[in-house]
């Protein structure tokens, strides 16, 4: 089984990514899926029954499609075709925050140590690691910073005001 960082561990990833899946045919009998979000639409029903099954969104994927769902998803799989498409950040964002998904949120595809930090504070708690980079070295790319100043999907305070409620407040004399 491939390797997959999960809140913040390295743990077998028992879920098959079926990217080009196009009909209930293509899955697999007993294995938990990730479907492309076209799939999703058109064989609903018949997904949910099925149980354990996730939605994969490419980057022109609108979550919005699946806003009426997030209770029913265990997983959602944000694509991320190369490093230098950020949209799947935004994708993260509005499922956390407008959609209130609280379910597993995945990075996959191009996926690299120097972006987990900051897909972390988008709101995915899941990270699929290329398999030609070293998971377990990708794992501390999550420890490379100690903070942001700006609000993020995890902590949704800016820093400023995170300090001032840290402070005991003045005393009269």
């Known amino acids: 089984m491939p390797q997959l960082i999960k809140n913040g561990t390295l743990v077998e990833d028992r879920w098959t990514l079926l990217a080009e899946a ?94 987990l930090y900051l897909m972390a504070e988008c709101g995915f708690d899941a990270f699929a690691i290329r398999e030609d980079r070293d998971a377990q070295d990708a794992l501390a790319g999550l420890k490379d910073f100690s903070g942001l100043y700006a609000t993020t999907a995890r902590v949704p305070q800016p820093w400023f005001r995170r300090r001032v409620a840290g402070r005991a407040e003045p005393r009269d004399p």
Do not use: K
């Open 22 to 115: 196009y009909s209930l045919n293509d899955l697999p009998e007993a294995s938990p899926v990730i479907v492309p979000l076209a799939l999703w639409l058109a064989e609903r029903r018949a997904l949910i029954t099925r149980g354990e099954a996730g939605v994969l969104l490419a980057p022109e994927d609108d979550p919005e499609a699946i806003a009426s769902d997030v209770r029913l998803l265990p997983v959602i799989a944000v694509e991320f075709p190369q490093f230098t498409d950020g949209r799947g950040y935004s994708t993260a964002r509005l499922l956390r925050e407008r959609y209130l998904f609280r379910g597993e949120l995945r990075a996959v595809g191009d996926v690299l140590r120097d972006q």
